[in-house]
């Protein structure tokens, strides 16, 4: 109510304030183009007509690397228009050339074979390069400081240990006169007793010295195995060529600052536990890329989701390779032959594959999930080994011919434990082959960023709200909708899965070691995990 009315005098302040107010609820704008005067001819015209939300405001967001693909924004399935995608070099896109997508005939492919092969379609076209470099140049820069602090814990952990846990440290006869005698009683107490970390007036034999370990190889490696959690393990080996002892360190990492390195494998001497070496020690030519490394799992104070397998396999990722010339140079007996064994295997091995890689080259995805969903089926107990019945049986189900011969052959290698069984993992790599370290690392990212918990298991809403299908060529062309590409991926995933509410690590491998068999190339398998997945 105004004060005047109710005869009281406003203030100046206060009337100054009712007149704002006035203004306000009129609408009153004060008219200040005539204070900024005439816009210049040589500046454009501000059309807020043709602003809209972009896509590209997020980091991760697609760029084309040319003009000839148009990105004017998302495309979804209430957009009543459609973008125009040109294909460089007079290139089509899949369904283009009588898509799978569209018509669906092709070489008697299922419609989950064909919704599969949409996820191809992927490669062709580039990743958004200058983000793709910076955030490389990122992780390789975080691990090399993970490499550096695993460095420095396990050299702190010998150097220490090796001196303080050494027997000699308590039985030299200048210590045991130090704590003999104390008030006259002979022997003292341990409570009695001098106490040092260790004495350095003593110098055992077998003490190590930081010279003896530098002269190591570091290795990269991961944990074979089909529970999610382990498979994911960061761990970091070491072998030092001074005693051809070995140990390994998990690196982990808690938040983004604290991070800790903990023995997953004892420093000792270790030998082969399976393959032709079994019983050897392991030297230095037993480190390269693609090596297994087997220990007996009692032996080690291991997690029990790994101790459920008598023996355990880690596979060599990667190794420090200005390490490995050194100590080449520097080792009297360096000598990496390959058996007539281990080359014959590997003939049989590429001779099957060579035979199937047509059959799976467009069906991989079906055929490599069917046979792990089916032998996780009949693997009653879990144990992961089937019998050579078993395996017939499945290659006779799906489809793939090998002769009696090449299976015996085949046989003969995998079983080399004479146990009549084989895990069923290395069967399905044997015959359909594997993917190489560099790409199982992107898939292992893919699943760890999906599985932030690390439960070994990732919920299918959680895969739906993930995955993004917004730089898929055919949503950017205008030939399907987001919402589309993502019901076809999730619907052939799913169909991999024992449950279809939930992805286990090895489902998840499997589908895209499926989708690996028809790409050839490491940076097209890359994108194929780069684009939807944002890693």
Not at 8 to 29: D, N, V
Not at 222 to 232: F, K, L, T, V
Not at 438 to 445: D, H, T
Not at 500 to 522: A, K, N, Q, R
Request: charged share 30%.
């Amino acid at each position: 109510m105004d004060l005047e009315v109710r005869g009281i005098a406003a203030s100046p302040r206060r009337q100054t304030q009712l007149l704002s107010r006035e203004k306000k609820c009129q609408g009153w704008r004060p008219d200040t183009r005539a204070a900024r005067g005439p816009r210049p001819p040589e500046v454009p015209c501000l059309d807020l007509g043709r602003l809209g939300d972009s896509d590209d405001e997020d980091g991760n967001s697609y760029v084309p690397c040319s003009r000839s693909f148009p990105h004017t924004g998302s495309l979804n399935s209430s957009s009543d228009w459609r973008t125009s995608l040109e294909m460089p070099h007079g290139q089509q896109l899949p369904s283009q050339q009588g898509s799978q997508f569209e018509d669906g005939h092709n070489d008697g492919l299922t419609a989950l074979d064909e919704k599969a092969l949409l996820q191809q379609c992927y490669t062709s076209k580039p990743y958004n390069v200058q983000h793709s470099m910076r955030k490389s140049e990122a992780e390789d820069v975080a691990a090399e400081r993970k490499k550096q602090a695993v460095v420095e814990q396990v050299m702190l952990d010998q150097l220490c240990r090796a001196v303080i846990s050494d027997p000699e440290q308590s039985t030299r006869g200048d210590v045991s006169k130090e704590a003999r005698g104390h008030l006259g009683l002979g022997t003292a107490p341990m409570r009695f007793r001098k106490r040092t970390l260790h004495e350095t007036k003593i110098r055992t034999k077998s003490g190590l010295t930081e010279n003896m370990l530098s002269n190591k190889l570091r290795f990269d490696s991961r944990i074979i195995s089909r529970n999610g959690r382990d498979a994911c393990r960061d761990l970091i080996g070491f072998f030092f060529t001074c005693d051809k002892s070995l140990t390994v360190y998990e690196f982990r990492q808690f938040g983004k600052n604290r991070t800790n390195a903990l023995p997953f494998i004892q420093k000792g001497v270790y030998q082969h536990q399976r393959g032709q070496k079994k019983g050897e020690a392991y030297d230095l030519s037993d480190f390269y890329i693609g090596a297994n490394l087997t220990f007996q799992s009692v032996d080690h104070n291991l997690p029990k989701s790994i101790k459920q397998n008598p023996i355990l396999t880690l596979r060599v990722i990667g190794i420090d390779e200005a390490a490995m010339d050194f100590l080449k140079d520097s080792s009297l007996k360096f000598n990496q032959e390959y058996s007539e064994q281990l080359i014959d295997d590997g003939r049989v091995f590429k001779k099957i594959q060579g035979m199937l890689r047509d059959t799976l080259s467009k069906r991989g995805v079906r055929v490599v999930t069917g046979l792990g969903k089916y032998f996780r089926h009949i693997d009653k107990n879990g144990s992961g080994f089937l019998s050579q019945a078993d395996f017939k049986e499945a290659l006779k189900l799906f489809h793939l011919e090998v002769s009696e011969q090449d299976f015996e052959s085949l046989w003969l290698i995998l079983d080399d434990s004479k146990s009549a069984k084989v895990d069923y993992g290395e069967f399905i790599h044997a015959i359909a082959g594997e993917m190489n370290e560099y790409r199982k690392a992107f898939v292992r990212k893919a699943y760890m960023k999906l599985d932030f918990n690390k439960t070994g298991s990732v919920p299918m809403v959680d895969i739906r709200k993930c995955y993004c299908a917004k730089k898929h060529p055919l949503v950017l062309a205008g030939k399907a909708t987001e919402e589309e590409i993502k019901v076809s991926f999730l619907e052939t995933l799913g169909e991999s899965c024992s449950n279809p509410e939930e992805v286990s690590y090895s489902e998840f491998e499997d589908y895209y070691e499926g989708l690996s068999i028809g790409i050839t190339d490491d940076d097209d398998f890359v994108n194929v995990l780069r684009n939807p997945w944002g890693i």
